[in-house]
C-alpha cells in the first residue's frame, strides 16, 4: 500500500513520463504502418524529470562493407531508458533495432545496449552530399544524449594502380626514385615494396626512404641495389601488384695509370699500355674513353731506317717517276683550261684523277671577281692558285679575318656530284648586335652599374617581313629586378629568364643579364655527343636567390628518350663543361621539363648553360631549318642562291637573317623543317627545273654534297651551300625553280622558288616569327600570367596535403608534369614552384583557360581564370601593391 502510494502520490511526474513515452512509441509505429517519414516521429528531448543524463559507454565506429556482408553497428549507454539509431537525419524503425538490458552493479544503474545491421543496398541506394552515417540518441529520466556519427562506406580497390614504377639504368652512387600510386580504393591502400619479392625494410637501411608519398627513394645507389622492384597496395578488401621495375645500377670503366715505356724497338718507337680496370665497367656500363695503347719515336726524330737493298731502291725510284709524271698531267690540263675559261671561277672536272673532288681555279680579273660578296675588297691580280676541295662553305668568324688566305682556304671534307647545277660562293657579315633596356635601383656592393640604351622594337605583327629585324644584335640584355621579380627576354632567340616573386630578398635589386654565345662555341662535343642547344650565360654569377629561377633554352631534337640521351651541362669558372644532370635524371638539385622546342630548366645558381644529345639509336633526329636566300651579282646577268641549313632554334636562324640583310639576300620562300637522322648518311643539295631557254647554271651542272658529320655537328656558323644561275637575257626578270635539300635513306624537303630578280618587282616573303615582349625586361605582377592573388589562393590550397591526393602532385599532374617529383617536395611551397613552371611555359600563350580546366578537375576549384577581365587584373596588381607599399 505503501508502495502504491508512495507511485500514486508522489510519481505524477513518472506517470506523464510513462505516458509521454507510450504515446512516442505509438506515434513511431503508426508512421512507420503508413510508409511516411518517421524523421518527426520521436522528439529531441524529453520533459525534465530528476535523474542523470544517458553516458555512452560504447559509440558505434565507422565501418566498411565488404562485398555483400552487411555490418552491425553498436552502442552501449547508461542510464538508458532507451536507445534508438538514426540513420542520415531519420530514425530508423523500432523493428530493426535488437536491445539488451542489464544492470551496473558498481552503480545500481540500467545499461542498455542496442545494435542494429547496415546493408549495401540501403549504403547504395543513398545519394546525399556526405558519406552513409548512424547515430546514437539514449533516454533517461533527464533528457537525451547524442553519440558520434558513424560513417558506413562501401570498401573497395581498384585494379590497376594509377601510376607503375619505372625501371632504371644510374651509376653508381646517383639518386633513384621509383614512383608509384596505388589504385583508388576504400580506405585508402597501404603501400609496401619488394625487392626480388622480399619486402624492404627503410628503418633497417638509412639509405632507402619509402615514406615520402608512397615512393621509393635510395639516396646513393650501391651495386647491391640493382633488381627487380614490386610496389604491393593493400586494404581491407584486396591487395593488388603493380608492375616490377627492374633497377640496374652501372660503373663506368676508368683507365689506370699508364705503364712505364718498353724498350726501344728497332723500328725506333717504344710503347706504353694502360687497362679499363680500375674499376672495369659493370652491368654495362661505359668502356673506358680514350687510348689503351700509345707509341711514340724514341730517338727524338733522329732513327733513320736504311734501305737494305737494291730492290728497295728500284721500287722507291720508280714511285717517284710516277708522281713527278701525275703531276706534270695535272699543271698541263690546268694551264690549258684556264686559258680557254671566260669566268674568274673555272670547275675543273679532274674527278678521274682527284678521286672524285672538283678542282678549283680561283684567278682574279680585273672587274672584280662575282663570287665575292664583299666589292670593297680589291683583288690581287697577281694571284692565281689552283684547289682540290670541296664547295660548300661555311662563313668565316669575322669580317676582318677574310683575307686572301682565308678566302680560298677550301674546306677537305665535302664532295662534289656533278649532275645538274652547280656554282659557289663565299658569304660574309659582320656580327649583330642588341641592346637591352635598364632601370634605375639600388644595386649590391660591388656591382656593376653601367647602363645601356635600348632600342626597342615596335609591336609588329606575328608574322615579319625580313626587313623590319634589328640590323644589329649582340644577344645580350639586362635588367634591374627586385624582391617582385619580373621576365627577361632576349627578343626572338626563343632564351628567356623568369625571376619569380620572392627570389630576391625584399629592399634589393639586382641588375641580372643574359646572352648568347655567337662566337666558337666553348662545349667541344665529346664522343659521339652534340650539341642541341646555343651557349646562355645568366649572371651575376654571385647573385643568391631563395627560390629557384628558370631559365628557356631552345634546342634543335626531335624529343624522343627511346632515341635521345639528353643532358644540361655547366661551364666552370676554369672554362670547363661539366654535367649538371640528365633530364630524364631524379635530381633535389634542379629540374629540366623537355617541350618539344624548348628546354625550361629550374635553377638556384647563375652561370652558363647548354643542352647536349647523346644519340642512342640511328632513328635520333635533328631538326633543321632550311632556307634559300637571293641576290644580283656584280655580273648583271647572273644571280646567286644560297640554301641554308642550320640547327631549329630562333637564334640559329637569327644569325642567317642578320648576315644576309648585310649582304642584300632576299628570303625567297618561307623556310622549312628537315628532320635528318643520325644514319650516318650524307646531305644532298640540288636546284632543279630551271627554265631552259631563260637561265643556266654555268658552268657545269652540279649536285652538292654534304658529309653527315658536318651537318650533324653544324653548330659553329651557319653552313651553306651556294649556286650562281645565269640568265641568256637582260630581259629575263622572273626565276623560277626548285631547291631540294634531302638525306640519303632520310627525309627530304622542296623549296620552291618563284620570284622576280628585279628589287622593285619582288614579292616580299614572309616567315613566322615568334612574338616576344616589346620590352627585353619586365617586372612586378604584370610580367606574369597568373594574378598574384589567385596564385596565392592556389598555392595555399594545393601545398596542403589531402587524403584523396588533391593536392601539389595531382597539379603537377595536370599539367604534364609525372617525374622527378622529389624535386618539388624539397620546396617549401611545391605549388609556387609549379606554377613558375607553368609561367614559364606559357610566356607567349598564356593559357589561363586550361590551367582552370585543370584545377577545375581536380576539383578543388571551380574559378574560370580566363573569364577574368583586363580590369579585374589591374585591380588585383593594384591592391597587390598597395599592400606592399608601392
Known amino acids: 500500500m505503501g508502495t502504491a502510494v508512495a507511485a500514486g502520490g508522489g510519481g505524477g511526474g513518472a506517470r506523464r513520463w510513462i505516458q509521454w513515452l507510450g504515446l512516442c512509441l505509438w506515434a513511431a509505429g503508426a508512421a512507420a504502418a503508413r510508409g511516411t517519414d518517421n524523421g518527426e516521429a520521436l522528439p529531441e528531448s524529453i520533459p525534465s524529470a530528476p535523474g542523470t543524463l544517458p553516458h555512452f559507454i560504447e559509440e558505434p565506429d565507422d565501418a566498411y562493407i565488404i562485398k555483400s556482408n552487411p555490418i552491425a553497428l553498436r552502442c552501449k549507454a547508461r542510464p538508458a531508458m532507451q536507445i534508438f539509431f538514426k540513420c542520415n537525419g531519420e530514425w530508423v524503425h523500432q523493428n530493426e533495432h535488437v536491445s539488451e538490458e542489464s544492470l551496473d552493479e558498481s552503480s545500481g544503474l540500467k545499461v542498455r545496449e542496442v545494435f542494429i545491421n547496415v546493408t549495401r543496398q540501403q549504403v547504395e541506394d543513398f545519394h546525399g552530399p556526405e558519406d552513409y552515417w548512424c547515430q546514437c540518441v539514449a533516454w533517461s529520466h533527464l533528457g537525451t544524449s547524442k553519440s558520434r556519427k558513424a560513417s558506413v562506406r562501401i570498401a573497395y580497390l581498384r585494379k590497376n594502380f594509377e601510376q607503375d614504377p619505372q625501371g632504371r639504368e644510374v651509376p653508381i652512387e646517383g639518386m633513384i626514385v ?66 616490377s621495375a627492374t633497377v640496374v645500377v652501372y660503373v663506368d670503366g676508368s683507365w689506370e695509370v699508364w705503364s712505364e715505356w718498353s724498350v726501344c724497338s728497332p723500328e725506333c718507337e717504344h710503347l706504353r699500355i694502360r687497362e679499363c680496370t680500375a674499376p672495369p665497367p659493370r652491368n654495362g656500363g661505359k668502356f673506358c674513353e680514350g687510348l ?36 706534270v698531267l695535272v699543271i698541263g690540263v690546268t694551264l690549258y683550261r684556264r686559258s680557254q675559261s671566260d669566268y674568274g671561277v673555272d670547275v675543273i672536272d679532274s674527278s678521274a684523277l682527284t678521286g672524285g673532288f672538283q678542282t678549283f681555279n680561283f684567278k682574279t680579273v680585273r672587274q672584280g671577281n662575282s663570287l665575292l660578296l664583299n666589292s670593297a675588297m680589291q683583288p690581287d691580280l697577281t694571284v692565281s692558285r689552283t684547289y682540290s676541295g670541296p664547295i660548300c662553305l661555311q662563313d668565316p668568324l669575322d669580317k676582318e679575318l677574310m683575307t686572301e688566305s682565308s678566302l680560298f682556304n677550301p674546306l677537305s671534307d665535302i664532295k662534289v656530284k656533278v649532275q645538274s647545277s652547280f656554282m659557289v660562293s663565299l658569304g660574309v657579315s659582320e656580327r649583330a648586335e642588341y641592346h637591352g633596356k635598364n632601370h634605375p635601383g639600388t644595386f649590391p656592393h660591388g656591382n656593376n652599374r653601367s647602363f645601356s640604351t635600348m632600342h626597342p622594337r615596335n609591336k609588329t605583327p606575328y608574322i615579319q617581313n625580313l626587313s623590319s629585324l634589328p640590323t644589329r644584335t649582340e644577344l645580350r640584355t639586362t635588367g634591374v629586378f627586385g624582391h617582385l621579380g619580373g621576365r627577361l627576354v632576349m627578343p626572338n632567340t626563343g632564351v628567356s629568364l623568369l625571376i619569380p616573386h620572392g627570389a630576391i630578398p625584399e629592399e634589393n635589386s639586382w641588375e641580372i643579364y643574359m646572352s648568347i654565345n655567337q662566337g666558337e662555341p666553348s662545349l667541344q662535343s665529346d664522343g659521339s655527343e652534340v650539341l642541341l642547344s646555343p651557349e646562355v650565360t645568366c649572371g651575376p654569377p654571385d647573385m643568391i636567390v631563395t627560390t629557384p629561377f628558370a631559365l628557356t633554352i631552345p634546342h634543335c631534337a626531335d624529343v624522343s628518350s627511346e632515341h635521345w640521351n639528353i643532358h644540361l651541362k655547366k661551364r666552370t669558372q676554369q672554362g670547363k663543361w661539366e654535367e649538371v644532370m640528365s633530364v630524364e635524371d631524379e635530381s633535389t638539385s634542379c629540374y629540366c621539363l623537355l617541350d618539344p622546342f624548348a628546354c ?153 622558288v618563284q620570284t622576280s630578280i628585279l628589287e622593285s618587282e619582288r614579292e616580299t616573303i614572309t616567315f613566322i616569327a615568334q612574338e616576344d615582349s616589346t620590352f627585353p625586361a619586365q617586372t612586378g605582377p604584370k610580367a606574369f600570367k597568373i594574378p598574384y592573388s589567385i596564385r596565392q589562393r592556389i598555392c595555399a590550397t594545393f601545398d596542403t596535403p589531402n587524403a584523396k591526393g588533391k593536392d601539389w602532385q595531382m597539379l603537377a599532374q595536370k599539367n604534364s608534369i609525372n617525374r622527378n617529383l622529389s624535386y618539388f617536395a624539397t620546396q617549401s611551397s611545391p605549388s609556387a614552384v609549379i606554377l613558375n613552371l607553368w609561367e614559364a611555359r606559357h610566356q607567349h600563350d598564356g ?26 587584373l589591374d585591380e588585383a596588381d593594384f591592391n597587390y601593391s598597395r599592400q606592399n607599399g608601392l
Not at 626480388?196 to 639516396?219: C, F, G, K, V
Not at 707509341?295 to 734501305?307: K, W
Request: charged share 20%; glycine share 4%.
Open 178 to 243: 621509383l614512383h608509384c600510386r596505388p589504385p583508388e580504393g576504400v580506405p585508402a591502400a597501404e603501400v609496401e615494396w619488394l625487392k626480388n619479392e622480399e619486402p624492404i625494410d627503410s628503418e633497417q637501411d638509412e639509405n632507402i626512404d619509402t615514406r615520402a608519398d608512397h615512393n621509393l627513394i635510395i639516396r646513393q645507389a650501391r651495386l647491391s641495389d640493382s633488381g627487380n622492384y614490386t610496389c604491393m597496395a593493400a586494404n581491407i578488401v584486396a591487395k593488388r601488384r603493380s608492375l
Open 292 to 327: 689503351s695503347q700509345e707509341s711514340e719515336n724514341c730517338t727524338d726524330g733522329l732513327c733513320i731506317l736504311g734501305i737494305e737493298n737494291a730492290s728497295d731502291i728500284a721500287l722507291y725510284s720508280g714511285l717517284g717517276a710516277a708522281v713527278v709524271a701525275v703531276a
Open 600 to 752: 625550361h630548366v629550374l635553377l638556384d645558381s647563375f652561370g652558363t648553360y647548354a643542352l647536349t644529345g647523346e644519340p642512342i639509336t640511328d632513328c635520333a633526329v635533328k631538326q633543321l631549318k632550311v632556307a634559300v636566300f637571293g641576290c644580283m651579282s656584280c655580273n648583271s646577268l647572273d644571280y646567286n642562291l644560297r640554301v641554308y641549313c642550320v640547327d631549329n632554334t630562333p637564334c640559329a636562324f637569327q644569325e642567317v637573317v642578320s648576315d644576309e640583310r648585310h649582304q642584300g639576300g632576299q628570303l625567297l620562300e618561307e623556310p622549312k623543317l628537315l628532320h635528318f637522322k643520325g644514319n650516318t648518311f650524307s646531305l644532298q643539295i640540288s636546284v632543279l627545273d630551271i627554265p631552259p631557254f631563260l637561265w643556266r647554271i654555268k658552268p657545269f651542272t652540279a649536285c652538292q654534297e654534304v658529309p653527315f658529320s658536318r651537318v650533324w655537328c653544324s653548330n659553329r656558323q651557319p653552313l651553306h651551300c651556294a649556286f650562281s644561275l645565269e640568265r641568256y637575257t637582260p630581259t629575263t626578270t622572273q626565276l623560277s625553280c626548285k631547291i631540294c635539300i634531302r638525306q640519303l635513306k632520310g627525309h627530304e624537303q622542296i623549296l620552291q
Open 847 to 872: 593559357d589561363l583557360d586550361s590551367l582552370a580546366c585543370a584545377l577545375e578537375e581536380i576539383g578543388r576549384t571551380h574559378t574560370k581564370l580566363a573569364n577574368i577581365t583586363e580590369s579585374q
